[in-house]
């Protein structure tokens, strides 16, 4: 990226665990990415500061190398409006309550700030970087601590009403099921997360179930991650592989789902979870297959995301620099 | 409809029980429909040869009138993929499996047949005609013997990879739930169609529960429809009311998966089934209440659909006329 007068964004992706801030040209390629911890607790000002702070660093980045900024997009975990600027919640930014982020940042630095729902951006980057290049439509199901999605339809995300569409973590898969972070029962996200996992698991271990977890965790079950459980389970142990295999079965009951309802060409699974991705996709996909009508089935491809965890930045600046007509992405 | 030069679409209704067909002009006024019973037991020859003769009476009509026919909408409830002319199946068309109905039709008919799924042309109508005018986006759900769906996403029909997207009533609620007329367990309609209501409404019967459907139907259980239970329901029979109290709760929690997934401007009921709406909404709407994000919650309204049973000849007939640019609907 040394070319003068080439165009760029700056793709920043703002998680529960890091900051993540990079410039973005029109083909894709990305800077050495910054990454900053994110402020502990959620302290609105802390990470605001954080935000402007990288963007400051990548404009002097862009400003020395003679490239222009279209602007920055803003991958974010939550509900939010990107039209209207506003993040409505953010499960892992307890501070960031009904808060104008896109006009507290840009009063801190000189760049147009587009929010987006990191799932949105993760489903534009694979649309235009990944699996989905020259697919018409496709689901981006992000598998972490929550369940979220990007929807493509025809070549546009879908953003819906509220500006928050695509919240696939809160199908409901079991309606007097499973309680979820949500407060309703049921949902998606209760079951195929990785806070599904840790809470089975974690309750497993309280019932004394004999598992290869149970001397590492007795005395500290509270250290337990959903990496420990996929782990086990890889290791052939048969508690961690059932809850995992409980995890799978769900998830393609919410593939079924979305593939009657929206009979995408693609669905992408990304997010940490993916890890596991050796564990969920077959029982997931059997799932789905015994379900779903064959003649939708077979016209939706169902795979893992190749996409490293730069899929956010990449998506969030590809949306800035499309919007700035500097992306030519079609659909078929 | 008695101008000269005046142009229309012919719009038809393929149903289990009826043949509809009318004219129908870009403002969305109906010719007198003709109506004929569905053949019995679905048997294609005889089906394809009463909607060719329904078709050649209103050629004839439109001739007589000097009114200029740009095609027939015809809405099948079924899978289907309208852009191949192909009927994949159809429930209440038993004759109907891997049909190409488009070309069949085509070679006993002067006019080009443009097959669309009823719940799809229902949506397209309520959104030309209904309370969708001048939304962005809506989702139309028929309940019926099943339930369907047509959704419309920034003023475009989903039609998705296979062309039979917006199967709604396959959206699972309850995973290992009631046994589907599909043959999974647990969508929607295995709770909310008339199909469902009736299963109960017997198994009730069938355990000996005290009620006012008991004694008319003690001899002759098969004789009992949905809408002699909605009439119980509404007469205050608990047992009735219990019924429909369950279709309605699940008929909600599929709406909170709509809302979440899709966030549209609109959703509104249509179909048999909501004769009972009075019972049904009120309750289906506490339970999505309950469930979803408010923030998206409140961008969508939930109501019956105010067309009548002729919604799904005027949205076959739409469409048509809408793709030969004799019809201007837009998108807010």
């Given amino acids: 990226m ?17 900051i993540r801030l990079a410039l973005v040209d029109s ?4 800077s050495e990415p910054y990454r900053y911890p994110t402020p502990p607790r959620g302290e609105a000002a802390a990470i605001l500061e954080t935000l402007a702070q990288g963007i400051r660093v990548l404009q002097h980045q862009a400003r020395a190398h003679g490239i222009r900024l279209v602007g920055c997009g803003l991958g974010v975990a939550g509900l939010l409006d990107g039209r209207a600027g506003l993040v409505y919640t953010a499960p892992n ?10 006009k507290l940042l840009e009063e801190k630095v000189e760049v147009t700030v587009t929010l987006e729902n990191d799932a949105n951006a993760a489903a534009f980057a694979e649309y235009w970087l990944g699996a989905g290049r020259g697919v018409s439509s496709l689901v981006c199901l992000t598998l972490g601590t929550g369940i979220g999605s990007g929807i493509i339809l025809e070549g546009k995300l879908l953003r819906g009403a509220s500006g928050a569409a695509g919240e696939a973590g809160h199908m409901v898969v079991e309606a007097d099921g499973e309680r979820c972070g949500c407060g309703a029962r049921g949902c998606l996200e209760a079951y195929s ?101 064959p003649v939708l089935l077979r016209r939706t491809r169902v795979e893992l995301s190749a996409l490293a965890e730069t899929a956010g930045m990449l998506g969030a600046a590809g949306l800035v620099l499309a919007d700035a007509g500097h992306l030519w992405v079609h659909a078929r």
């Fill in 27 to 30: 083909e894709g390629r990305l």
């Fill in 93 to 102: 930014v307890p501070g960031f309550q009904n808060l104008s982020l896109k």
């Fill in 2 to 18: 040394r070319e003068t007068g080439k165009v760029a964004a700056i793709g920043a992706d703002l998680g529960g665990t890091n």
């Fill in 193 to 293: 997360s990785a806070t599904a996992i840790l809470r089975d698991a974690r309750a497993a271990l309280a019932r004394g179930e004999v598992t290869s977890l149970r001397e590492p965790f007795r005395a500290r079950p509270e250290a337990l991650t959903a990496k420990d459980v996929t782990d086990a389970a890889r290791a052939g142990d048969p508690v961690a592989r059932g809850i995992l295999g409980r995890a799978a079965r769900y998830l393609g009951v919410g593939l079924a789902s979305l593939v009657h309802l929206l009979s995408p060409d693609l669905i992408t699974l990304a997010g940490g979870l993916t890890a596991a991705g050796d564990l969920l996709l077959p029982p997931a996909l059997a799932e789905l297959t015994g379900r779903a009508f």
